[in-house]
């Protein structure tokens, strides 16, 4: 959602959210019981669907942000790999689990396994492919 897109509804109807505003004052003081509420969730509904924000703009925003702030968190774990590549130290389990840790990334897995699991300062990531190049040099650094 875009903020000129608010800017432009709040220029043309001021006068409609006044009324509303003055309409939510009323009813929470005047009302006191559960009534009240449901007419304050009514007005400000009526609000939203006046103002033409459907609930599938809203999911679709949700989604934009959540993608990118995964690809961002992503991208940031990828570089962090790439600086501290040299810092990394490799432990091998008797299990044949492995670790691989850097002050700021952590990568665990399973020897034979396509998937690592990646964490970015304690917060996991997801599990990444060892074919991914930022991964993989991660990984061979660690090792030698």
Not at 28 to 43: E, F, R, Y
Request: charged fraction near 20%.
């Amino acid at each position: 959602m875009d903020l000129e897109i608010w800017k432009e509804f709040v220029q043309q109807n001021w006068l409609v959210i006044i009324v509303a505003l003055i309409l939510l004052f009323i009813v929470i003081n005047v009302l006191k019981t559960v009534l009240k509420w449901a007419i304050v969730l009514v007005i400000v509904a009526a609000l939203i669907i006046y103002s033409g924000v459907s609930l599938d703009q809203i999911k679709d925003v949700v989604t934009d942000v959540s993608s990118s702030t995964v690809e961002t968190v992503k991208t940031e774990a990828q570089e962090l790999m790439q600086n501290e590549a040299k810092q990394a130290t490799y432990v091998l389990h008797e299990d044949g689990t492995f670790t691989i840790t850097s002050p700021n990334v952590e990568v665990t897995g399973e020897q034979g396994k396509d998937k690592v699991k990646v964490s970015l300062r304690g917060v996991s990531v997801g599990e990444w492919s060892i074919n991914n190049a930022a991964v993989k040099q991660y990984m061979e650094t660690a090792q030698n």
